[in-house]
């Protein structure tokens, strides 16, 4: 719980508490609690410390941010791998729906065909067919609807098909250039 993707040292407060309770940390370096509970160095012992004095906690410092700084890369390169990966597989499915696209049309029409005989079949079963030849049948105007609404999402499907294909190759082409 106090590491960050299997690497880095404990959580600051955590080293605190172990640093205020050590005994091997002479008595003007532990800090003294006020009448608050705030935690307080000793004025002394921060002044008496040198600047240039390396602490013997450094190398640890500097190898627990690099730690840090590598787990962080590999996290975000890991994602960034995840989000390429499903860019080519919708790339690869829009290339191999534009090669076959006369077999989605099929489909599409048998799709069609399919609906319109229920559909005759419903009008059929109501009872709804037109009286005379002039008036239009229901069950046409359902067709027609149908229809425009199968058109549409062909269409549809055929224009995000050619952008993604006109992205790929865009993007192909960009990377060879650059």
Same mark, same amino acid.
């Given at each position: ?17 172990? +640093? ?8 003007? $370096?532990?800090?003294? =609690? #006020? /009448?608050?509970? &705030? ?47 499903? +860019? ?8 191999? $729906?534009?090669?076959? =696209? #006369? /077999?989605?049309? &099929? ?72």
């Amino acid at each position: 719980p106090y590491r960050w993707c299997c690497c880095g040292l404990r959580r600051k407060r955590c080293r605190q508490r172990k +640093l205020r309770s050590s005994p091997s940390r002479p008595r003007s $370096m532990r800090s003294s =609690w #006020s /009448a608050r509970g &705030a935690d307080m160095p000793d004025e002394e012992a921060c002044e008496s410390e040198t600047l240039l004095d390396v602490p013997e906690a450094t190398c640890t410092m500097i190898a627990d941010g690099f730690c840090r700084f590598l787990a962080l890369s590999i996290v975000i390169i890991a994602m960034l791998i995840v989000v390429c990966l499903l +860019l080519l597989l919708l790339a690869h499915g829009a290339l191999r $729906m534009k090669e076959n =696209w #006369s /077999a989605y049309e &099929a489909g599409l029409g048998r799709l069609q065909r399919m609906q319109d005989r229920v559909i005759d079949s419903l009008t059929r079963e109501f009872h709804m067919a037109a009286g005379n030849s002039t008036e239009r049948n229901a069950g046409d105007e359902i067709k027609e609807g149908y229809f425009a609404v199968f058109k549409n999402a062909e269409d549809t499907v055929w224009l995000v098909v050619n952008s993604i294909v006109t992205g790929l190759s865009g993007g192909i082409s960009f990377l060879a250039f650059v």
